[in-house]
């Protein structure tokens, strides 16, 4: 049986029962409907970089999609048109793009994992999000069984979320439509952090290129690319949306966003690391990285356990400083937080 600590950025995760790597979407949807058929339980793997799996593995059957392949249309005055596999590697898509000559994807360079992914978590880095530059998404309908388009607008999406995530597993992404724009200025630069790094003030632009690389020196300094040699799922927990009452009542340091429905969007680092989580913290073989707090990572051959009891750690600081529950990225198989 194939160790799925082997198919994970964790590199945590026991065996699965059947492993199939689907290179085609004719192989994937043939997957799937075997699958379903049989009562099989099922489930839809990517770059493997926001999932944490059980020790136990899955009993049952996991699909590795490795779809690939692009087709795009580029216009001098309305921009790029890109179809995009699900299997294709989201960094080296983006760095596709700015080759181009498109921008607008810039600020979303370096995030580990597939296209395919990128609509579920409604990804998003330095101010912006994928639902930005999605057009439509073609899935399979476990439910349907059928293939079904969504517009952008159908696609539910919000903080971290679309409605291919809160459907649970019942549409599959098969490949992702993307409206790019022409240019070689970024979209106005949101962050200070990296403002800073680039040399400009918030809210003016840059060149796309220095953008990416400005976003990746300062993703490589939190341990968060691949090929570093750390293994964690990058963020693993998202930032918290709260209400006004309860965003006043954090120290004025606090960083705080106000979101267009009143809410206010909070750093869960800022938050972890004044409740008292330490950098290097350690549990068994897991460890908050020496880089990132955000990160949780498979220091010395950890277990899934190890790396939930120190997720839970981190949550219980938070609670019992703030008062703020903090809620995972990460998508959990086999085990509870």
């Given amino acids: 049986m194939s160790s799925l600590a082997d198919y994970t950025t964790?590199?945590?995760?026991?065996?699965?029962?059947?492993?199939?790597h689907a290179k085609s979407e004719e192989e994937l949807i043939s997957a799937i409907q075997s699958a379903d058929a049989a009562g099989e339980p099922l489930l839809i793997m990517g770059g493997g970089s926001n999932i944490l799996i059980g020790d136990s593995g899955f009993e049952g059957t996991v699909i590795r999609v490795e779809t690939a392949g692009n087709s795009y249309e580029i216009d001098a005055c309305s921009g790029g048109t890109l179809?995009?596999?699900?299997?294709?590697?989201?960094?080296?898509?983006?760095?596709f793009t700015l080759e181009k000559g498109l921008a607008n994807l810039e600020c979303l360079s370096g995030i580990p994992g597939t296209v395919?992914?990128?609509?579920?978590?409604?990804?998003?880095?330095?101010?912006?999000?994928?639902?930005?530059?999605i057009a439509r998404v073609r899935t399979y309908d476990r439910q349907a069984k059928e293939v079904k388009t969504f517009t952008a607008s159908e696609c539910g999406f919000s903080y971290r979320s679309?409605?291919?995530?809160?459907?649970?597993?019942?549409?599959?992404i098969l490949d992702v439509t993307f409206q790019l724009r022409n240019g070689e200025e970024s979209l106005p630069i949101a962050y200070p952090e990296l403002a800073s790094e680039l040399g400009v003030r918030v809210g003016e632009r840059a060149p796309i290129k220095?953008?990416?690389?400005?976003?990746?020196?300062?993703?490589?300094?939190?341990?968060?690319?691949?090929?570093l040699g750390i293994h964690s799922a990058g963020s693993f927990f998202t930032n918290p949306i709260v209400s006004r009452a309860i965003a006043e009542k954090l120290p004025v340091a606090a960083p705080q966003w106000p979101q267009e429905d009143g809410r206010v969007k909070l750093s869960a680092a800022w938050l972890m690391e004044h409740a008292g989580v330490a950098k290097g913290e350690t549990l068994g073989g897991a460890a908050i990285s020496a880089h990132h707090v955000l990160a949780l990572t498979n220091a010395d051959h950890a277990t899934a356990a190890d790396i939930v009891e120190l997720a839970r750690f981190a949550q219980a600081k938070v609670k019992s400083a703030f008062g703020i529950t903090l809620e995972p990225e990460v998508q959990f198989i086999g085990v509870k937080l």
């Fill in 116 to 133: 395919g992914g990128s609509p579920i978590q409604n990804i998003g880095a330095y101010g912006h999000e994928v639902a930005e530059v």
């Fill in 210 to 227: 220095k953008v990416r690389e400005a976003v990746l020196k300062l993703r490589g300094k939190k341990g968060m690319l691949e090929g």
């Fill in 10 to 20: 964790l590199g945590v995760g026991g065996p699965a029962r059947t492993f199939i």
């Fill in 162 to 172: 679309s409605i291919f995530k809160e459907s649970g597993n019942r549409f599959v």
């Fill in 83 to 95: 179809q995009v596999a699900a299997g294709v590697s989201w960094d080296e898509f983006v760095a």
